[in-house]
C-alpha cells in the first residue's frame, strides 16, 4: 500500500510512533475557555477518530468550583453525553511533555451528530459561516497579558506576585524578570507552533504580555485558547500560578485581551483598506467600527465575562470603560493603528484575559458583521485623552448589566444562536448569584471588629 492509500489517522500513528509519542491529549474549550481533556494511548487512536470520546455535556455547566449548574440539557435531561472527536489536523507534539502530543476535538451530540449548541468552537465557525456569506473572511491578531505568582504558603490567598519590580513596562531581561520566566516561555510556546511573535514585561509588577501573529479568524481563537493552557501548564511546572483574572491585585491594574481585527475579500485584499476613503479606512471598516460601538453592551458580556472584569474598568485604570473610537488613541475602546492599506485594522481593547477566545472573537465578528449590514457610520473619531462621560456612554459597569445587555441585543443574539444564548445566560447568572451570597475579606475587614 503506497503512502496515499494509508488512512490519515493510521498516516498520523506513523508519524508520532517515529517522533517517540505514544500519547495524544484531546483538548476541547468549556464555557469559560477553561481547558477540558482526555489522554488517548496512541494505540487507541482510530476508536477515538471513529467513534469520538463520551464526555458528560454538563461539562459546560460546571463551575470553577465544581458545581453543576442547572442549565437546560444537562441535570434536567439526566446529564447526557457529547461525543468529543479528535481534530488531527490540530495535532503537535507537547515540547515540555516527552512522548506527548496534543490536538483539539471537535464537539457534536450523538442524539443528533450537529455541534454541542455550549461548544465555543463552532459556535465561532457559524459566525464565520454568516460573515463569508456577505464576502468577508476575519483575520484575527491576539494580545494577551497575565501575571505569574509564586506559592506563599500561609498567606491568605497561598500566592504572591513572582515580582514586586515597578515603573519596568515594556522591558524584557533579568530587570523585572530575574527567572527568565519570560525568555523560557516564549521559547517554549515557539515549539508549540502557536504562531508567538514577542512579548515583554507590561505595567504592572510580574505582568508579561506575549503577542501572538494576525491569522484568519478560528486559527487565531484556536492559537489563543492554546496559549493561555500552556502558558497556565508551563507555570505549573514551576509550582507557580499564571492568571489571566482581569484584575487579581488591589494594588496592581488588570490583563487585557485585544483583539486585532481585519477581513479579507474573496480577491485576499484588506477589505478594511481605502486610501480615498475618509480617515483611510474602507466602509466596511467604517461599519464595522459603528457595529461594533453599537452592540457594545451586549458584547461586554463575552469580552468582561466574570465579576471581576468590572473591578478593572474605572478612571485612569487604562481599561476602556466608554463606547468610544479613535485613530491611534490608547484610550478609546476600539484604536485604529496607524497603519493603512494593507495593514488597516481596528484594535479592540474592551477584552479582559479572562474571556475565553472563542466567544471574545465570534461576539467582535457577530458586532462588525451587523455593522456592515447596517450600513452606518460611526461618530467623529475621539481626540485627545478619553474617559469623558459627556462625550461617550458609559459600558455596563457590573457582569448582571453586561448580561442584561446582552439579553435584551437580540440582533446580536440571533448571529450567536439562542441555544447559546440561553445557557450562557443561565451559567453567568447563576456565578453573579453565588456571589452575592459570599462573604468576602473585604466585609470582615470592614465590619467585623467594629460593628
Not at 391 to 398: E, N
Request: aromatic share 8%.
Amino acid at each position: 500500500m503506497s503512502a496515499s492509500d494509508t488512512p490519515p489517522v493510521r498516516r498520523h500513528m506513523e508519524r508520532l510512533a517515529a517522533e517517540g509519542i505514544d500519547v495524544v491529549r484531546v483538548t476541547y474549550p468549556d464555557l469559560i475557555g477553561t481547558e477540558r481533556a482526555r489522554d488517548v494511548l496512541l494505540d487507541h487512536l482510530p476508536s477515538a477518530c471513529e467513534q469520538g470520546l463520551a464526555f458528560c455535556r454538563a461539562v459546560y455547566h460546571t463551575t470553577p468550583q465544581g458545581d453543576v449548574v442547572p442549565v437546560s440539557g444537562g441535570l434536567d435531561a439526566g446529564l447526557p453525553d457529547i461525543c468529543v472527536t479528535p481534530d488531527l489536523d490540530t495535532l503537535t507534539a507537547l515540547p515540555w511533555e516527552p512522548g506527548v502530543a496534543t490536538c483539539l476535538g471537535d464537539v457534536s451530540d450523538p442524539a443528533t451528530g450537529l455541534p454541542a449548541p455550549e461548544s465555543p468552537r463552532d459556535l465561532l465557525r457559524a459566525v464565520l459561516d454568516r460573515c463569508r456569506e456577505h464576502g468577508l473572511r476575519p483575520v484575527v491578531g491576539p494580545e494577551l497579558e497575565y501575571f505569574l505568582c509564586d506559592a506563599a504558603p500561609g498567606t491568605a490567598r497561598g500566592w504572591r506576585r513572582y515580582s514586586d519590580a515597578e515603573g519596568v513596562v515594556y522591558t524584557a531581561g533579568l530587570r523585572a524578570d530575574g527567572d527568565n520566566h519570560l525568555l523560557r516561555t516564549l521559547r517554549l510556546l515557539r515549539d508549540l507552533d502557536l504562531g508567538v511573535s514577542s512579548g515583554n514585561h507590561e505595567f504592572d509588577g510580574s505582568q508579561f504580555e506575549i503577542n501572538l501573529t494576525h491569522s484568519e479568524a478560528l486559527a487565531a481563537a484556536d492559537r489563543a485558547f492554546r496559549f493561555k493552557a500552556a502558558v497556565k501548564e508551563l507555570a505549573r511546572a514551576e509550582g507557580r500560578l499564571a492568571t489571566f483574572m482581569a484584575k487579581p491585585f488591589n494594588g496592581a491594574g488588570g490583563s487585557g485581551f485585544h483583539l486585532h481585527l481585519s477581513c479579507l475579500t474573496g480577491e485576499d485584499t484588506n477589505a478594511f483598506a481605502d486610501p480615498a476613503a475618509p480617515y483611510g479606512l474602507s466602509a466596511t471598516a467604517r461599519h464595522a467600527v459603528a457595529g461594533i460601538l453599537a452592540h457594545a453592551p451586549a458584547l461586554a458580556a463575552l469580552a468582561n465575562p466574570t465579576v471581576n472584569s468590572y473591578k478593572r474598568f474605572g478612571p485612569d485604570t487604562l481599561a476602556p470603560w466608554l463606547v468610544d473610537w479613535g485613530l491611534d488613541n490608547r484610550s478609546a475602546m476600539v484604536r485604529i493603528p496607524p497603519e493603512r492599506g494593507s495593514g488597516a485594522r481596528l484594535e479592540l481593547r474592551l477584552g479582559d484575559a479572562s474571556a475565553n477566545p472563542y466567544l471574545l472573537i465570534a461576539g467582535t465578528l457577530a458586532a462588525a458583521l451587523l455593522g456592515v449590514l447596517a450600513g452606518e457610520e460611526p461618530p467623529a473619531p475621539l481626540e485627545g485623552y478619553g474617559y469623558d462621560t459627556t462625550k461617550s456612554a458609559v459600558l455596563p459597569m457590573s457582569l448582571p448589566a453586561a448580561l442584561d445587555a446582552l439579553e435584551a441585543d437580540t440582533a446580536l443574539t440571533e448571529v450567536l444562536g439562542k441555544d447559546f444564548t440561553t445557557s450562557y445566560l443561565a451559567y453567568k447568572r447563576d456565578e453573579v448569584a453565588r456571589f452575592r451570597r459570599h462573604v468576602t475579606d473585604w466585609e470582615f475587614t470592614e465590619y467585623a471588629y467594629h460593628l
